[in-house]
T-cell receptor, first 115, second 115 residues
Framework: AQSVTQLGSHVSVSEGALVLLRCNYS??????LFWYVQYPNQGLQLLLK??????LVKGINGFEAEFKKSETSFHLTKPSAHMSDAAEYFC?????????????FGQGTTLQVKP | ETGVTQTPRHLVMGMTNKKSLKCEQH?????MYWYKQSAKKPLELMFV???????ENNSVPSRFSPECPNSSHLFLHLHTLQPEDSALYLC??????????????FGSGTRLTVV
């Protein structure tokens, strides 16, 4: 069974600073990995995903994430935070082949960006 | 038109009322999901439909009743709710429930307040 852990329920950075949101997963096989963003009173929007191939994936709004199999991690980064990046971020994992291939979501990390 | 549309966006109902939430997807997906998102709590998967058949019902109280008349539409019928049912209700869809490299596409949600 897959599981995902997001380290830190709340992260605060200054505008222009590096954003690092941590995600670790547990899976018996290399999974599919996703990051979603949720703005207040909105649904979740896909930021990026890893399925196969290049382990560094780029997403929308300048975000990127790197799949590290040895560390079972898929951390989300952005070089320079903008005020508009303040939102809730969810990491999710999905087994590539399974009887129940549903997405498993982490608890979420709230990103605060200070001026 | 967005891929997954939820109506209404906001709903205030009394504990004795009966109301329904509607979700419609125009993506040709085969699986649809209802999630509950309460403040300070992780996403809770409520129901899953695959090819119009309910495949998951995660210990949801009977005052919530889902309906999936076809692969494009999903309803959540509500009756005799409690104040703790106040939350953001999210609908999502995916190409396939059992497997696939795709993530989910979410609607914008319905903000439900029970008074």
């Amino acid at each position: 069974a897959q599981s995902v852990t997001q380290l830190g329920s709340h992260v605060s950075v200054s505008e222009g600073a590096l954003v690092l949101l941590r995600c670790n997963y547990s899976s018996s096989v290399p999974p599919y990995l996703f990051w979603y963003v949720q703005y207040p009173n909105q649904g979740l929007q896909l930021l990026l995903k890893y399925t196969t191939g290049a382990t560094l994936v780029k997403g929308i709004n300048g975000f990127e994430a790197e799949f590290k199999k040895s560390e079972t991690s898929f951390h989300l980064t952005k070089p320079s935070a903008h005020m508009s990046d303040a939102a809730e971020y969810f990491c999710a994992v999905r087994a590539p082949t399974s009887n129940t291939g549903k997405l498993i979501f982490g608890q979420g990390t709230t990103l605060q960006v200070k001026p | 038109e967005t891929g997954v549309t939820q109506t209404p966006r906001h709903l205030v109902m009394g504990m004795t009322n009966k109301k329904s939430l509607k979700c419609e997807q125009h993506l040709g997906h085969n699986a649809m999901y209802w999630y509950k998102q309460s403040a300070k709590k992780p996403l809770e998967l409520m129901f899953v439909y695959s090819l119009e058949e309910r495949v998951e019902n995660n210990s949801v109280p009977s005052r919530f009743s889902p309906e999936c008349p076809n692969s494009s539409h999903l309803f959540l019928h509500l009756h005799t709710l409690q104040p703790e049912d106040s939350a953001l209700y999210l609908c999502a869809s995916s190409q396939d429930y059992w497997q696939g490299a795709d993530g989910y596409t979410f609607g914008s949600g319905t903000r439900l307040t029970v008074v």
